[in-house]
């Protein structure tokens, strides 16, 4: 048995509802109500997820950045990646989050849990995250996007945006602080929903076709 899923392709439209719906859930516990810059290790500990970081040794295909462990109900992250505090960390938690949601098969799980209860020896490999390529490229990607709606929900960024030009890089790094996310993942966001257009090889930002600020002027 594995714990792992295997690889299905997923809309963006589903990842979004899962983050979003976690992020409902967690607003009807006052405990756990989300809050905005966003500390991702809310949602491990709603879940009940442990989070550490240790040191990773590589193995025979190279680094890895973190590890998943089900039934232990722990993620380790490697402790010395570069610049990990901060935004980039939280950014790294939630996608180790999506990884567990989106790619552990549960009821696999809940057999080894089972059978670890019923004191009987099982075999099982953590889940490990990595720079990869080819189709396992596509989970990590999956698991970035997860990231990605769960620290910036649409109507969070509405809010923050407000008064703001996101054309403006002054004004996207006072909204990176606000959200507790780092800029360059603000920008992937913004423009995933089309907030905010950069074309290639240029490093100028238009605003996108859906961005509020384009809308209203539209409306008015």
Request: charged residues 25%; contains cysteine; proline residues 6%.
């Amino acid at each position: 048995m594995s714990i792992i899923k295997p690889y299905r392709y997923i809309k963006k439209e589903e990842i979004e509802h899962l983050a979003n719906h976690l992020l409902s859930q967690m607003q009807q516990n006052p405990k756990y109500t989300p809050t905005w810059p966003f500390d991702a290790t809310r949602v491990a500990d709603f879940l009940d997820i442990g989070v550490f970081w240790d040191k990773i040794p590589p193995d025979e295909k190279g680094s890895i950045a973190a590890m998943i462990l089900p039934v232990e109900r722990q993620i380790v992250i490697k402790e010395d990646i570069p610049g990990l505090r901060g935004g980039f960390g939280q950014s790294t938690i939630a996608h180790e989050i999506g990884h567990l949601l989106l790619h552990i098969d549960k009821n696999t799980v809940d057999k080894f849990v089972e059978r670890l209860e019923q004191g009987i020896e099982i075999d099982m490999q953590p889940f490990l995250c990595r720079s990869v390529s080819g189709q396992l490229e596509k989970i990590e990607w999956q698991a970035q996007y997860f990231a990605s709606c769960l620290l910036m929900p649409r109507h969070i960024l509405g809010e923050v945006q407000k008064g703001r030009d996101l054309t403006r890089e002054s004004h996207l790094d006072a909204m990176a602080h606000e959200l507790g996310v780092t800029k360059r993942n603000l920008k992937h966001r913004l423009k995933d929903i089309s907030w905010i257009h950069i074309p290639e090889p240029s490093k100028t930002i238009y605003l996108g076709e859906a961005a509020p600020s384009r809308n209203k002027r539209a409306i008015g």
